[in-house]
């Protein structure tokens, strides 16, 4: 699991919760911003090793909504909505719970910031150090 393939997944939820009235963003854009729009960042994220080839993933995301005037009342009814996004499906099947939800609205335009938690597993191939070795010993009388 990458972190394509969450931004992925959150893009998804919110197509679903809000339809094709808001263009979804996911790479920085200059100029032309298509309004109202939601723009989705990655944070400072972790990876935790914990025992063996296990590890501990937490990608944090900040999703900006941007409206052609910024209007309170309708910052507070996407807010709600956003929440949402608790559980997102993506593109694998795979189901993943956000956590740490909160938002904040900042010089006009509304941040939602949610981190979702998942673990995942290192390959690892063995290498054999040593093929066959034998050993023939004798004792001289």
Not at 56 to 74: A, C, Q, S
Not at 101 to 109: F, L, N, Q, Y
Request: aromatic share 12%.
């Amino acid at each position: 699991m990458k972190t394509n393939d969450i931004i992925d997944g959150v893009s998804i939820k919110l197509n679903e919760l809000f339809g094709d009235g808001y263009t979804i963003y996911t790479n920085n854009v200059k100029q032309g911003l298509k309004f109202p729009c939601f723009f989705i960042t990655t944070l400072p994220s972790n990876k935790k090793k914990l025992i063996g080839n296990r590890y501990e993933n937490e990608i944090n995301l900040v999703i900006h909504t941007m409206l052609e005037e910024e209007n309170l009342e309708e910052f507070n009814n996407i807010s709600d909505k956003l929440y949402g996004l608790e559980y997102i499906t993506l593109i694998n099947g795979d189901i993943l719970k956000g956590y740490e939800m909160k938002t904040e609205i900042s010089d006009g335009v509304l941040l939602f910031f949610i981190t979702y938690k998942f673990f995942t597993y290192k390959e690892i191939t063995r290498i054999n150090d040593m093929e066959e070795i034998s050993n023939k010993g004798e004792i001289k009388v």
